[in-house]
C-alpha cells in the first residue's frame, strides 16, 4: 500500500502575531516554523498503518518554499519514506499566501496523481487558517471518496474502515473502498518523536522537488485583517443562589461555550 500524507508548515503556536504593514495578511519575517499538528497526527497514523500491514510506502507531502524542507526532514525521520516538495515562492505571485484553497488543493492533487497512491491522508485543518477545506477539495479533484474527523484507520479486505468523530462524544465506524482520501483528527494516536537515527537516516532519503504550477486568479479577497480586540465587561447577576447557578451555567454553556 502506498500512503501520501500532505503536510503543512505553519508558525509555531506561541509565535507573536503582527499584522503585515499592508493590513491584508500576518508578517510572518521572524516567524519559527513548524509542522502543522493535525497533519503530524495524519503522519502518525500513515505509519502505523504501513507498521500493522507489514510492508507498503509512506510518501510525505508539501508545497511551499526552501524552508518547508525542515518540516519534509522531520516526517523522514520519524519514519517517512520518501518527500515530495512542490516548489512555492516565499513571497509574491504563486507563493502559498496569495492562493485560495482550490488552487493550493490543486498543487497538491498534481503530486498526489503523480504517485498513483492507494490512500492519502492530511490533517483535520491547520492552524494557522484552520479552513479545513484543503483535504476535502483535494478529494474532489482526484475522483475519490472522503471521511472527515478521523481518528483511527483500519484495513479491512481491499478497503479500510474508519473511526470518526462526530457530536456530543458520539463516534461512527465506517468502511471505504481504496483508493480515498481522509482528513484526521488530533488525538487518536501519540505522537511519535524522531530519533537520532531517524534523523541520520533522513538525510539518506529522497526528497524529491517539483515546480508549482502559476497561480490562478483567486476566488475570494482577504480585506483586512486585524487583531482581536480585548474587551472587559463585569456583570452582576443577582436573585437566590439557585438563580445565580442557573444563569451561570447558561451563560458559560450558551455563551462562553465551555460546558
Known amino acids: 500500500m502506498k500512503i ?6 505553519v508558525p509555531e503556536r506561541d509565535a507573536v502575531v503582527r499584522v503585515a504593514a499592508d493590513g491584508r495578511g500576518v508578517d510572518e519575517s521572524d516567524a519559527a516554523w513548524t509542522m502543522n499538528e493535525p497533519d503530524a497526527y495524519a503522519l502518525e ?23 518547508v524542507q525542515s518540516t519534509l526532514r522531520e516526517a523522514l525521520a520519524k519514519g517517512a ?10 513571497s509574491g505571485a504563486g507563493s502559498l499566501g496569495e492562493r485560495d484553497t482550490l488552487d493550493v488543493a490543486r498543487l497538491l492533487a498534481d503530486a498526489v496523481r503523480a504517485e498513483a497512491a492507494d490512500l492519502v491522508l492530511t490533517g483535520l485543518q491547520s492552524d494557522d487558517l484552520g ?43 465506517v468502511e471505504m473502498p481504496l483508493p480515498a482520501l481522509l482528513t484526521v483528527q488530533s488525538g487518536g494516536n501519540r505522537l511519535r518523536y524522531a530519533t537520532l537515527m531517524g534523523i541520520k537516516r533522513a538525510r539518506q532519503k529522497e526528497m524529491r ?7 490562478t486568479k483567486r476566488a475570494d479577497e482577504v480585506v483586512k485583517v486585524s487583531l482581536p480586540v480585548r474587551v472587559k465587561q463585569t456583570e452582576m447577576l443577582t436573585g437566590s443562589a439557585d438563580e445565580i447557578a442557573a444563569k451561570l451555567v447558561e451563560r458559560l454553556k450558551f455563551e462562553v461555550k465551555v460546558l
Open 131 to 173: 479552513a479545513g477545506q484543503t483535504g476535502v477539495v483535494m478529494a474532489e479533484l482526484l475522483g475519490v471518496p472522503h471521511a472527515t474527523l478521523v481518528l483511527q484507520v483500519e484495513l479491512a479486505g481491499a478497503g479500510i474502515k474508519v473511526k470518526r468523530e462526530l457530536e456530543d462524544g458520539w463516534m461512527q465506524q
Open 4 to 9: 501520501v500524507v500532505a503536510v503543512k508548515q
Open 81 to 90: 519514506d520518501r518527500a515530495v516538495h512542490v516548489v512555492t515562492p516565499e
Open 45 to 67: 497514523e500513515a505509519l502505523q498503518l504501513k507498521e500493522r500491514a507489514g510492508d507498503g510506502e509512506v510518501v510525505v507531502l508539501c508545497a511551499g518554499p526552501e524552508r
Open 209 to 215: 522537488e517539483v515546480e508549482a504550477a502559476a497561480a
